[in-house]
């Protein structure tokens, strides 16, 4: 059994800041783990506004407090974020997400990541990053 508490895992290694500055997130659950997926606490911070295509990763996002949308890049289609949704990038959806109000996320990602990943410029994450 794996046991973790958020707010010491936000005062350790786990916490990692966006060097863009856009959000920040606490790797709960990681690949050294051995579950198949990793589990982050993600917070978006007001006003963020920037693109991302996960290429390597397929990502699940809970939005449990906060406002926002996300924009699809394929059609242009946007969608209202809030507490309570659910958006699930299945196609490695390249997509813009954009925060009105500071959002906090649970995020699942498969495959699962190392730990210190943050987005390349194409806005993935890498399939080899440092691992925690």
Partial sequence: MILRNLTEANQSNRRIVSPDGNWESTRMLLKQDNMGFSFHITTIYKGADFQMHYQNHLE?????????????????????IGPGTLYILDKHDKHILRCSEEMHLACVFNPPLNGKEVHNAEGAYELEAEVI
């Fill in 60 to 80: 699940s996002v809970y939005c449990i407090s906060g406002a926002g949308e996300i924009e699809s890049l394929e059609d242009g289609q946007k969608h209202a």
